[in-house]
């Protein structure tokens, strides 16, 4: 049974840090994709950023500079460096991994709210 685990979220103030941790387990299949999408009160999940196994990244436009997603293969885990949080980055931060196989898996989501 695969499970992803998230980890650091939190309530941070504006212009602060927060570090997010998702560790994958379960399957014997290799990770293709693994990203972070997020989604705030009212509205849609959206990508946040995206990595790939060779180490291809993608950002939304509006977290360019401040937010780097990482991975350690070896470990099944990606990681989602945060910085100059702003209030509209408060949201539900969701893991997702892309398996070889083509399945699909998510987190069950921590919460990011950044205020003062």
């Known amino acids: 049974q695969v499970q992803l685990v998230e980890s650091g979220g939190g309530l941070v103030q504006p212009g602060g840090s927060l570090r997010l941790s998702c560790a994958a387990s379960g399957s014997r299949f290799s990770i293709s994709v693994m990203g972070w999408y997020r989604q705030g009160p009212g509205k849609q999940r959206d990508l946040v950023a995206r990595i790939t196994s060779d180490g291809s990244t993608n950002y939304a436009d509006s977290v360019k500079g401040r937010f780097t997603i990482s991975r350690d293969n070896a470990k099944n885990t990606v990681y989602l460096q945060m910085i100059s949080l702003k209030p509209e980055d408060t949201a539900v931060y969701y893991c997702?991994?892309?398996?070889?196989?083509?399945?699909?898996?998510w987190g069950q989501g921590t919460q990011v709210t950044v205020s003062s």
């Open positions: 997702k991994a892309v398996f070889t196989t083509g399945r699909e898996y």
